[in-house]
Nanobody, 127 residues
Framework: VQLQASGGGSVQAGGSLTLSCAAS????????MGWFRQAPGKEREFVAA????????YYAESVKGRFTISRDNAKYTVALQMNSLKPEDTAVYYC?????????????????????WGQGTQVTVSS
């Protein structure tokens, strides 16, 4: 499995960015996808996740109402639309693919359930 994240950049507070993650390898439509972020000196933290069939999404409280995760199983892509960006959103953003096949339980935000990661894309929000 290979994941390639793109779309990061520098924006002012209040601006928007859309991140994209392209996957290759095993059948994309069987696995939940997630976005995490890591700021300097901090641990990787959960941002958003989407279920393999798109019928469930889950967000960190800090981004709820501002970020939207979506996926296109035909194109093997997952996107993160980020609006109303804040300086505290500054981080390297990573897409991850769940280890579990067609998981429909309640755990989506734990980094250990993601077995594959993209290389990360930098998002910088200035005040």
């Amino acid at each position: 499995v290979q994941l390639q994240a793109s779309g990061g950049g520098s924006v002012q507070a209040g601006g928007s960015l859309t991140l994209s993650c392209a996957a290759s390898g095993r059948s994309f439509s069987n696995y939940n996808m997630g976005w995490f972020r890591q700021a300097p000196g901090k641990e990787r933290e959960f941002v958003a996740a989407i279920k393999w069939n798109s019928d469930y999404t889950y967000y960190a409280e800090s981004v709820k109402g501002r970020f939207t995760i979506s996926r296109d199983n035909a194109k093997y892509t997952v996107a993160l639309q980020m609006n109303s960006l804040k300086p505290e959103d500054t981080a390297v953003y990573y897409c991850g693919q769940d280890r579990r096949v067609r998981y429909s339980g309640s755990i989506y935000d734990n980094v250990v359930v993601y077995g594959y990661w993209g290389q990360g894309t930098q998002v910088t929000v200035s005040s």
